[in-house]
């Protein structure tokens, strides 16, 4: 395991590509080759999507192993007798060391492997994606999509760098920081990216465009597993996903398109993290939740028009044997059918079915200070149970950080215990001991 190394690795990959002119001695060729790909990884998930958007199943097969680890990376440990059923090897590492013995880099995910040598092609994650939507372009599935349309390729790259450097890489920079100061230079600049896409998307379906495209197959990745993880494992906490509207809805939407949500595996998602960053999470401890229904809840995205797959179609159900357990996904997102046809928004006036779509949400992003602070002082007031009994002749406890009022969200400070105090405002009424001064977390985040 290569704990916290994560971002200091990238650029250092095995990076031969399959071509379809086989210019790097690897050339295109249906049942050649094998992807591996753990379910619990974010850029090995980007390969399992696109590789089911295209209908790329046939020709390239998959393994995939499962989500925790150790020192020695990758097991085979889900297959029959633990050995991957094609590779016929325990460990990912195996296919590595066929390819160079003495390999010491990272053994990731996503990973090709050649099954006539059983040795790794390519871990080039960057590159992997690019390759199947260009070079394997004539085993395409009639009706597949074009992830990268020539005439949105400009603006699907830059994209792409920003959401690659300060999204996808950005929760484990948070993750993993090591200083206070690189953890608040991460947190601030995941957020203004969240902010930037959170206000990109509030009146455009997709990413760039009016289809699925590459860009949205790579922010898809991270923001499925931002409340689940990222939020309180990484540390990436101004918000959950599930507050951000436009970002929420969308990340919805194409949850609910076939070929996203049904590659994904909660469960497995959530082991992965908790269990094999052990410096982070030291018990390895997983957590029960979130709840996950609410992926499967209406989106409304349909009223802002665009078509997901274009002139193509939906995929069609997920293999047999490639479906993930039920038990790790809401219910009915197995990828069973095919076509989902959930995200049918019930609301039946167009304003209706924005402001379910997160979209006539007339609020701007981020909130005004005023709503954020309602917002947090109504949570707040919701932990008036929780907090210090304030009554006249209460007993006096210690003051604390009570009277450090820019240490606390506003409308947590209360008098000092045992004073002849008033009781609080009623739940939810705003009270901020210091809003919008210079010292208040959230005025600052704002600013
Ligand atoms: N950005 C990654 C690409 C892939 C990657 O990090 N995959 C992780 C899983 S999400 C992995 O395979 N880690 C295994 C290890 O570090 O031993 C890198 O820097 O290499």
Redesign the pocket.
């Known amino acids: ?3 916290g ?3 200091a ?2 650029g250092e ?1 095995i990076a031969t590509r399959i071509t379809a002119d086989g210019a790097e001695g690897f050339p295109v060729e249906s049942g050649r080759y094998r992807l591996v790909a ?1 379910r ?5 998930n980007r390969t399992l999507i696109v590789r089911r958007l295209l209908g790329l199943e046939d020709a390239i097969s998959v393994g995939m192993p499962g989500p925790t ?1 150790d020192s020695r ?2 097991t085979f440990d889900l297959d029959p007798g633990g050995r991957d059923p094609v590779l016929g090897i325990h460990r990912l590492r195996e296919a590595y060391f066929r390819r160079d013995p003495n390999y010491a880099r ?5 990973a090709i492997v050649d099954t006539t040598t059983g040795a790794v092609v390519t ?1 080039d ?1 960057a590159q992997i994606t690019p390759d199947l939507s260009t070079e394997w372009r004539a085993h395409h599935r009639a009706g597949a999509p074009d992830l990268l349309p020539a005439e949105h390729r400009q603006e699907i790259d830059e994209i792409n760098r920003r959401v690659f450097t300060d999204v996808n ?1 950005g929760v484990y920079a948070c993750g993993f920081a090591e200083t206070q100061a690189a953890y608040d230079e991460a947190y601030e600049r995941l957020w203004s990216a969240l902010d930037w896409l959170e206000d990109r998307l509030r009146d455009r379906r997709y990413l760039v465009g009016e289809t699925i495209t590459e860009a949205d197959v790579r922010l898809f990745t991270t923001l499925v597993r931002f409340d689940v993880v990222y939020h309180g494992h990484f540390k990436c906490n101004r918000h959950k996903l599930t507050e951000m509207p436009a970002l929420w809805a969308y990340a919805r939407d194409l949850f609910q398109t076939p070929g996203f949500g049904d590659t994904v595996d909660f469960e497995q998602i959530k082991r992965h993290y908790y269990v094999v960053h052990s410096g982070i999470n030291p018990t390895g401890i997983v957590p029960g939740g979130p709840e996950l229904s609410g992926w499967t809840s209406p989106h409304g995205r349909q009223a802002l028009g665009g078509r997901p797959f274009g002139d193509g179609t939906p995929p069609g159900p997920v293999r047999e044997d490639e479906r993930v357990d039920p038990a790790h996904t809401p219910p009915g997102m197995t990828g069973k059918s095919g076509v989902s046809s959930r995200g049918a928004c019930p609301a039946r006036t167009v304003s209706a079915v924005r402001r379910c779509a997160g979209t006539l949400d007339s609020r701007p992003w981020p909130p005004p200070r005023t709503s954020v602070f309602s917002r947090v002082s109504a949570a707040c007031g919701r932990d008036r149970a929780r907090a210090p009994d304030v009554r006249p002749g209460a007993p006096a406890r210690s003051v604390g950080n009570r009277r450090r009022g820019r240490h606390t969200a506003p409308g947590r400070v209360r008098p000092a215990v045992g004073a002849a105090s008033p009781p609080g405002p009623p739940l939810g009424v705003p009270r901020c001991s210091d809003p919008g001064g210079s010292g208040c977390t959230i005025a600052r985040l704002r600013s």
């Open positions: 395991m290569t704990e190394k994560e971002s690795r990238d990959y753990a619990a990884c974010p850029w090995a680890h990376s990758w990272g053994i990731t995910v996503p871990n994650f890489k």
